[in-house]
């Protein structure tokens, strides 16, 4: 099965950066990974959106962290990037990272275990 992992997480003060990392990798399967994206679920909330990178290279970002957050891929290590910048207390949460990976004729979605941004003041 495909896997992604993800790291990056950290502590981090108000108006500092961070840099998330995940990676598809998997074992005895050929696969090709199509759309990456990247969610967050603050404490006691649902997870919710955060951008995605199509496997052209189109971005999207919710207006949230639009202009402070950048994703990026890259497609020979099959791994997509979230750059945070200017972060600021809300944007504390556990980041999942997701792909869209065909296998054979199967089209799956893949979730990351998640990896915790805690922005204190």
């Known amino acids: 099965q495909v896997q992604l992992v993800e790291t990056g997480g950290g502590l981090v003060q108000t108006g500092g950066s961070l840099r998330l990392s995940c990676a598809a990798s998997?074992?005895?399967?050929?696969?090709?990974?199509?759309?990456m994206g990247w969610y967050r679920q603050a404490p006691g909330k649902q997870r919710d959106w955060v951008a995605t990178i199509s496997s052209g290279g189109y971005t999207n970002y919710a207006d949230s962290v639009k202009g402070r957050f950048t994703i990026s891929k890259d497609n020979a290590k099959d791994t997509v990037y979230l750059e945070m910048n200017s972060l600021k207390s809300e944007d504390t949460a556990v980041y999942y990272c997701k792909a869209v990976v065909v296998v054979g004729v199967s089209r799956l979605e893949v979730w990351g275990q998640g990896t915790l941004v805690t922005v204190s003041s």
């Open positions: 998997a074992s005895g399967i050929t696969y090709r990974v199509n759309n």
